[in-house]
């Protein structure tokens, strides 16, 4: 039997805590009814206290807490309730906690991020050098803060030997499922996918970005640029014509708004349209045409190679997955 060291810290997104437990509970029983024995021992570990009051009326008791003496085979790290403004003070809160992660880690014990969880395992520098995942809206966060880390933005799961990463929302419940499947079988990961609805096999979470522009940055005039593609984005445009608009060389624009943005001036312009069609979609819009040339596209296959490429969906089918909530 492994022991299962789920974190409850201040701030912890109570609904993770209860769907994580409750999968790896219901792999316990889907184990015994097969005539094995309970594969998890799974225990909530206070990173403070053992009474652990959420804001909303939840409360965990943890039978643990970090300071006790124990071994633990798997760390698991939820994610996070509190905006991107108050990541500094979150992570400078939990200074024990981080070092206590990295000390398990260091025992060999199994570490798992779920979600915004990454930026424990980020802050103390074990995935430094490999691939990793989180929520797609913090990504850019991430990139800034750890340079030295592949964040896959559109990974669902990332994993090595030790580390596993999940990625945002519900869809992390899918690097659960990767780790019951190496510990109970695909057998019983299909099954609880099928008992709690969800998406086995799911491999990317691009059809669920929101494109916020990647304005976490200090040029003011890359900044002016990606105002006037915001403005001008239904227009053909070129990057010549906005390197223009703010004095500079095509050559020293695409270097300094890449360097800025992460993105290159087309891939930038490519997204906005993108989440232009997107958001028309969603508006209860259905005539693919139209919306091509709303957004600043004259060949509809164009139009469709990049939309797939960016959200991992064809237009039809995005159209088709939200035409129902946007007719509501």
Known sequence: MKHISIIIYKDVLPT??????ALLMSANEAVVKRGGS???QVELIGAGSKNAQREIPVQFYCSKTISDDFDTDIVIVPPMSTGPGNIDE????????ISWIRQKYDEKAQVISLCT??????????????PATSHWGAIED?????????FKADHVVTYSASIVTGGGGFSSLNALLYFIEKNCGKDISIELSKFYALDYGRTSQSIFTIFSGRRLHNDDEIHKAQSYIEKKFETDLSVE???RQVNMSKRNFIRRFKSATSLSPIEFIQRIKVEAAKKAFEDGETNIAAITYKVGYNDLKTFRTIFKRITGSTPVEYRNRYKTQAAV
């Open 38 to 40: 309970a594969p998890f």
């Open 142 to 150: 991430l990139q800034k803060r750890y340079p030295l880390i592949d």
């Open 117 to 130: 969880g990454a930026y424990f395992l980020a802050e103390c520098g074990l995935l430094n050098g490999m």
């Open 241 to 243: 014509q906005i390197a």
């Open 16 to 21: 993770a805590v209860s769907n994580t437990t």
């Open 90 to 97: 979150l992570l400078s809160k939990n200074a024990k906690l």
